[in-house]
């Protein structure tokens, strides 16, 4: 079966991320057919927008898309073309695995956790406006149905994945409305899984400092957009960095995967930044669409790579290029997949 996939290559280190990440998806021996679109900058010329029809036509053609980052100008110019393609499509929970990979030089050797953003609403919902010259406002919408379904697909993703607790994240201490229903939200739901997954809160503050000194007491985090972005680089932090952190943008119709890092446009063209996080993000949907031993493979050909330390990229201590980095963990995927369809021998 050949999967139909849409590739988002991105902008900045995104277009050698994304070649990185084809050359090892494709060694685990699956036919993939990648329908390549842009988004970003360079579009706008071209179409009037960052975001053209197209990609989300493509996006729902094929329910299925491997994507890279894409630019956003800060403090003015347009609209994160990532948060506009996340609402357009309604992918919203934001799936960021946090695990610690040995070999990697990091403060912490046993972090296993998962964060799950709401993906939709809260400051994100992009309702901004000035208030004169010297002031300006910024919503927060924060609903009843986007907070009830977040929080289920955390104790639902709790449940499949044998985990066993699951935190939620608020500042609801002074956001008693907003924060405050999230929190309601999660709590009616931790009900119905009494007994079988264990819920607490924290107050996002606090939660910041335990996750810096003990993330092992952490299993599923659940949050509204806002704190889940924060805190998934925090943990990326905790786990070796940017590079190795991927995540999905799942919903009903379509999901999207990328990695947490953004396009580095300091280090785009130059073959230097770590294709990991978007390797990792591949291996996430390879699991999405049943193809669990090639996700299995891919996972472990990265570990195998890293943990031997020969070719490691250069936030991970290393020299390794991106396309050489890619090479050696293709060719670990290559030999694993090989192994497994190899018929056993006949007995006699
Ligand atoms: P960034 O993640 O691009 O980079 C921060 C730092 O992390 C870099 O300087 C680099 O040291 C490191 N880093 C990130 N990815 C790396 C990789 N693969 N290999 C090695 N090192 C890596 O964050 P930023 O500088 O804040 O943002 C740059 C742009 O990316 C902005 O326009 C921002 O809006 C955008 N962005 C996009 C996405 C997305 O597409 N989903 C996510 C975050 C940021």
Redesign the pocket.
């Known amino acids: 079966m050949t999967h139909r996939v849409t590739l988002i290559p ?1 902008d ?2 995104g277009p050698e ?1 994304a070649d990185a990440a084809v050359t090892v998806l494709e060694a685990t021996g699956i036919s993939f057919e990648w329908e390549r679109v842009d988004a970003g900058e360079a579009m706008i010329e071209r179409y009037g927008t960052p975001l053209p029809d197209e990609v989300l036509a493509s996006i729902r053609r094929n329910r299925l898309a491997l994507k890279g ?4 100008p800060i403090g003015e110019g347009f609209r ?1 073309v ?1 948060v506009a393609l996340r609402q357009a499509l309604d992918l919203y929970a934001n799936v960021r695995p946090g695990r610690s990979i040995p070999g990697i030089a990091s403060r912490y050797q046993d972090v296993d956790l998962v964060i799950v953003r709401e993906n939709t609403e809260d400051l994100y919902a992009g309702i901004e406006h000035r208030v004169g010259a010297d002031a300006a406002e910024s919503i927060k919408i924060i609903t009843r149905v986007a907070s009830m379904r977040i929080a289920r697909y955390a104790f639902e993703y709790a449940v499949a994945n044998g985990r066993r607790k699951v935190t939620a994240v608020h500042k609801a201490n002074i956001m008693k409305l907003s924060d405050g229903l999230f929190l309601e939200c999660c709590r009616t739901v931790a009900a119905d899984y009494a007994g079988r997954i264990e819920f607490e809160d924290r107050i996002v503050d606090n939660m910041c400092m335990q996750l810096v000194q003990r993330p092992e007491q952490f299993d599923v985090i659940v949050a509204p957009n806002l704190y889940g972005d924060i805190l998934s680089d925090l943990v990326a932090g905790l786990v070796g ?3 190795v952190a991927p995540g999905a943008n799942i919903g009903l119709h379509a999901a999207v995967f ?1 990695p947490v ?7 785009a063209g130059l073959d230097i ?2 294709p990991t ?1 978007l390797i990792l993000s591949g291996a996430l949907m390879l699991r999405h669409i049943g193809e669990t031993a090639a996700a299995e493979h891919v996972e472990g050909a990265i570990r195998s790579v890293i943990g031997a330390g020969k070719v490691l990229p250069r ?1 991970l201590g290393g020299s390794a290029g991106t396309k050489a980095f890619a090479a050696a963990v293709a060719e670990r995927v290559g030999d694993a997949s090989r192994a497994a369809t190899k018929p056993s021998p006949a007995r006699p």
């Open positions: 991105g900045g280190i991320l980052p894409i630019t956003t994160s990532n960095g940017l590079g990328e890092h953004g396009s580095a446009p300091k280090y930044a770590d996080a936030d």
